[in-house]
């Protein structure tokens, strides 16, 4: 019988520059309503399974394979006025670490499913930044051990253990906006 990994709680951060606090916030699953903040306090989705922070990001106690998805986050103002919406795609790799641990180290395609024309794209490891290619060209980030390919996917060569963990990727459009977030939890087990 194979080794499962721990259950992990998963944190989906909205990114962007808000005038705090926020107002009306909205976090949808495949279309399905998941949360929502209504004139700065939790109005759906609030217990013990997941949370709505007031800083628009969602928490959810169970980080497995059922929580991958397409989500997205729509913000409004006090007057229930648009501001913003942001889809957000969340995968969960759990790889054997006999599979990519030790000699012979593999690499590990990190993707970024996304069908619009990349304009900029800014991938991070927690919060550290790790590369970010601008209108197809490499701009940071792009050595021996990573790189950042051109449909956006972020490829890992010779994977460690200290690779394990949160990779996001953020995707902007041609006036600087962020318009998609890919968020990947890696873990070895």
Same mark, same amino acid.
């Given at each position: 019988m194979g080794q499962e990994t721990p259950r992990r709680s998963v944190l989906l951060p909205l990114r962007g520059?808000?005038?705090?606090?926020?107002?009306?916030?909205?976090? #949808? #699953?495949?279309?399905?309503?998941?949360? #929502?903040?209504?004139?700065?306090?939790?109005?759906?989705?609030?217990?013990?399974?997941?949370?709505?922070?007031?800083?628009?990001?969602?928490?959810?106690?169970?980080?497995?394979?059922?929580?991958?998805?397409?989500?997205?986050? *729509?913000?409004?103002?006090?007057?229930?006025?648009?501001?913003? #919406?942001?889809?957000?795609?969340?995968?969960i790799i759990e790889i054997p670490a006999e599979q990519v641990l030790g000699p012979g180290n593999t690499s590990v395609l990190l993707p970024l499913d996304l069908e619009s024309q990349l304009i900029q794209v800014n991938w991070r490891k927690d919060e550290q930044p790790m590369g970010e290619i601008f209108r197809g060209i490499c701009i940071t980030g792009c050595n021996e051990t990573y790189s950042i390919l051109l449909n956006?996917?972020?490829?890992?060569?010779?994977?460690?253990?200290?690779?394990?963990?949160?990779?996001?990727?953020?995707?902007?459009?041609?006036?600087?906006? @962020?318009?998609?977030? *890919?968020?990947?939890? @890696?873990?070895?087990y």
């Open positions: 520059k808000f005038e705090m606090p926020l107002s009306d916030v909205e976090w #949808k #699953k495949e279309g399905q309503l998941l949360a #929502k903040i209504n004139r700065g306090r939790c109005a759906y989705g609030c217990g013990n399974t997941s949370q709505l922070f007031s800083n628009g990001s969602l928490w959810l106690s169970h980080g497995g394979k059922e929580e991958e998805g397409r989500y997205s986050v *729509t913000v409004y103002n006090a007057t229930g006025i648009f501001i913003h #919406k942001v889809d957000i795609t969340l995968w956006g996917s972020f490829l890992l060569r010779r994977v460690q253990r200290e690779d394990e963990g949160r990779y996001s990727a953020e995707v902007y459009d041609e006036h600087n906006i @962020l318009i998609h977030q *890919t968020e990947i939890l @890696l873990y070895f």
